[in-house]
């Protein structure tokens, strides 16, 4: 058997059943955004890590350098940002062939350094070594968080609602016109998901102040798609989810896009991932003052889907409470 047959996720299982001895001070191991072990008194340490491989996660013919740069950064701060902690320390492995030119080097450094001086983190030191057929990048980054405050993805309770702090599908939407050029769309759009694509933007402020509000039972960040991503905390959390299909919050571009490559753009936000955002849950009393977290945050928050009894799975269904199907629900409307 080979990886492929395993899957990524179960991959993850198979080596989870390596690291099954518990670790002294270790709060929480795989399974999550990020591990959490125990800090200086009234702290707990997170850390996480990311490898971004060339061809696989970017093409330097398509990104600037610096722009790999601060997307590697930005994928591991958003990891952190899930945990609601606060990024702190970055080490940096890269690997790459003799022939990689100085200015890549010095292009990739500013976009990490860019992006970690936005959220008040610092790289600290990395290793390097010659890779002869491509450039890998891999990030170790620490944070921290408040002792009992981190969020995990495993204590979403029957009942609980589903929410996402913004718009799903652009960075799909974007790769789905990197990938088919000759689809058409004002350049204003392009640009828009382009962006959204390349350049994610971590939430570290909002996990900060939903950490500190007391009240989110489960959270990650959106890198999978909406319905993988749901999908998780019902795994951790050992609980079925339903998932409203068009409740996801779409983009005006997403959806023009959608238009254009004449596909549903909710398919982008399901199944797309890359896009960032946080997905939390919490008991519906609390919805009014999760509400106003999120608006003293200065975010938006959609409520996507709930939480149930069941088989960890996520049950996506249409407006009429039917199966969701991408290809005959209302898309062509727009
Ligand atoms: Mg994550």
Redesign the pocket.
């Known amino acids: 058997m080979d990886i492929s047959q395993l899957g990524e996720f179960g991959l993850i299982h198979r080596i989870a059943e390596h690291l099954k001895t518990p670790a002294a001070g270790l709060v929480k191991g795989i399974g999550?955004?990020?591990a959490v072990f125990e800090g200086p008194p009234g702290w707990e340490i997170v850390i996480?890590c990311d490898a971004q491989v060339e061809g696989v996660h970017f093409l330097p013919e398509s990104m600037a350098p610096e722009q790999i740069g601060r997307k590697a950064a930005a994928?591991n701060i958003?990891?952190i940002a899930?945990m609601g902690a606060q990024p702190t320390f970055m080490l940096v492995s890269l690997g790459m062939p003799k022939t990689t030119p100085v200015s890549f080097v010095d292009g990739l450094y500013q976009g990490f350094k860019q992006e970690c001086d936005r959220f008040g983190a610092s790289i600290i030191g990395g290793n390097m070594a010659h890779c002869p057929e491509r450039i890998f990048i891999d990030i170790t980054l620490l944070g921290q968080v408040e002792k009992g405050r981190a969020l995990y993805r495993s204590n979403a309770k029957p009942g609980d609602l589903a929410a996402v702090s913004g718009p799903l599908g652009d960075s799909a939407a974007g790769l789905s016109l990197l990938l088919a050029p000759e689809v058409r769309v004002d350049e204003k759009v392009r640009a828009s998901v382009l962006k959204a694509h390349f350049t994610p933007n971590p939430r570290v402020d909002l996990g900060r102040a939903l950490s500190a509000s007391g009240l989110i039972t489960a959270a990650?960040?959106?890198?999978?798609g909406a319905a993988q991503?749901l999908g998780?905390i019902c795994e951790e959390s050992k609980l079925g989810a339903v998932l409203w299909a068009e409740k996801v919050p779409l983009s005006q571009a997403c959806k023009e896009v959608g238009k254009a490559a004449g596909k549903n753009p909710w398919e982008f936000a399901m199944f797309g991932g890359e896009d960032?955002e946080l997905l939390f849950t919490f008991s519906e009393e609390n919805q009014p003052a999760v509400q106003k977290v999120l608006t003293k945050a200065g975010f938006s928050m959609t409520i996507i889907g709930r939480m149930e009894e069941g088989d960890p799975k996520v049950r996506i269904l249409a407006a009429d409470g039917s199966a969701w199907n991408p290809k005959s629900t209302g898309w062509t409307h727009f």
């Open positions: 999550d955004d990020a996480t994928i958003s990891d899930a990650l960040d959106v890198s999978d991503d998780h960032y």
